[in-house]
């Protein structure tokens, strides 16, 4: 049943491009939004990408050829930084990875994606950092049998760590 109602939701949002999000997480996201993407001239908010909202318990965000989805746990979960970093990471899979440029592994797909949201988020103003935070809660919500995700998750808050502000051009 709730397969089918987030598909429902996916489908209308998919022909009418409006947001099934609450009032508050609308304004909300067309905050983070704007900030991620102050020169959108589109009528979607995220730099033209559709954003859809799917009513999951579990925290996640998904790019598809369709736009970005985010979980209303992962919402709820995640301060301000912390979605931004999520959008950005998605948007890094949608500009890098649809269609893949070439065969990737998932992993080495998702590094390029948070290295691609670190400097976005960096350079619109956000905590280029928030992405370790954001990790952090979702391991927490993995289940203890999940130790090779647990231990994927934790390779990348490694990575992040590495991240340079002084090494980055905004302008580039
Ligand atoms: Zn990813």
Redesign the pocket.
């Known amino acids: 049943m709730r397969f089918l109602a987030v598909t429902i939701l996916f489908l209308v949002s998919a022909c009418t491009s409006t947001w099934q999000f609450s009032t508050f997480e609308q304004i909300r996201l067309e905050h983070i939004a704007a900030q991620l993407c102050p020169n959108n001239t589109t009528d979607q908010p995220l730099c033209g990408i559709p954003l859809a909202l799917d009513v999951s318990e579990q925290p996640n ?3 598809s050829y369709f736009g970005i989805t985010l979980t209303r746990a992962l919402l709820r979960m995640m301060n301000d930084n912390e979605v931004a970093f999520a959008l950005a ?2 948007i ?2 949608k500009v890098l990875h649809f269609p893949p440029p070439e065969p990737i592994s998932r992993e080495m ?2 590094l390029q ?2 290295g691609f949201a670190q400097f976005v988020t960096f350079c619109m103003g956000f905590d280029p950092f928030a992405g370790i935070t954001n990790l952090e809660k979702l391991i927490n919500h993995i289940p203890p049998e999940g130790v090779k995700a647990k231990t994927f998750l934790s390779y990348r808050i490694g990575v992040m760590k590495n991240f340079d502000s002084s090494e980055v051009d905004c302008n580039e």
Request: aromatic share 10%.
């Open positions: 965000a998904y790019a990471h998605e890094g899979h797909g998702e994606a948070d």
